[in-house]
T-cell receptor, first 108, second 116 residues
Framework: AQRVTQPEKLLSVFKGAPVELKCNYSYSGSPELFWYVQYSRQRLQLLLRHISRESIKGFTADLNKGETSFHLKKPFAQEEDSAMYYCALSSNTGKLIFGQGTTLQVKP | SAVISQKPSRDICQRGTSLTIQCQVDSQVTMMFWYRQQPGQSLTLIATANQGSEATYESGFVIDKFPISRPNLTFSTLTVSNMSPEDSSIYLC?????????????FGSGTRLTVV
């Protein structure tokens, strides 16, 4: 079964601390994985796509096929990073399967 | 990347009535997706709308309850029929963003529906 799991509903860190938002997936083929972010009162937007291997707003995510993980990391959290983060998997039919989401709260 | 206009942004409806949500995209797209986000929950795909063919519904969603139209490559509607309070959710449409977004998906701003 295709599934995305984000084990933490809420992650609270202090400004400047490292952040890791966990994501594990279950998929029988070669997955396409994404991280989406939703800031307060804004629409859902793409943060990262695993195939691009970019760093966006200081965030990176590496696909680990052995551990079936796609954790999102940032070495130094900023207050403006506070948002809801969704890990998502794209199936071969083009639809996205979302994890439950993790709220990141960065405290001053 | 594609820009999606979704409306209405919110509505409060009486049970037993229907609401039609519209999504307009500023470029032609093959597939449009409709999602539901129930309170405190993640996004769940309702159906995939292809132009010129019947929408493909996910398990647990049926055409009688969520009829979809896709008259052309830039527009789609989702109707929530015979509403009950359990239908209170945010409904979102989405399209594949194309090369400019590195093939990420673009989302509308959502329709917040409250059924009373």
């Amino acid at each position: 079964a295709q599934r995305v799991t984000q084990p933490e509903k809420l992650l609270s860190v202090f400004k400047g601390a490292p952040v890791e938002l966990k994501c594990n997936y279950s998929y029988s083929g070669s997955p396409e994985l994404f991280w989406y972010v939703q800031y307060s009162r804004q629409r859902l937007q793409l943060l990262l796509r695993h195939i691009s291997r970019e760093s966006i707003k200081g965030f990176t995510a590496d696909l680990n096929k052995g551990e079936t993980s796609f954790h999102l990391k940032k070495p130094f959290a900023q207050e403006e990073d506070s948002a809801m983060y969704y890990c998502a998997l794209s199936s071969n039919t083009g639809k996205l399967i979302f994890g439950q989401g993790t709220t990141l709260q960065v405290k001053p | 990347s594609a820009v999606i206009s979704q409306k209405p942004s919110r509505d409060i409806c009486q049970r037993g009535t229907s609401l039609t949500i519209q999504c307009q995209v500023d470029s032609q797209v093959t597939m449009m997706f409709w999602y539901r986000q129930q309170p405190g929950q993640s996004l769940t795909l309702i159906a995939t709308a292809n132009q010129g063919s019947e929408a493909t519904y996910e398990s647990g969603f049926v055409i009688d309850k969520f009829p979809i139209s896709r008259p052309n490559l830039t527009f789609s509607t989702l109707t929530v029929s015979n509403m009950s309070p359990e239908d209170s959710s945010i409904y979102l449409c989405s399209v594949e963003g194309g090369q400019k977004t590195n093939y990420g998906y673009t989302f509308g701003s959502g329709t917040r529906l409250t059924v009373v």
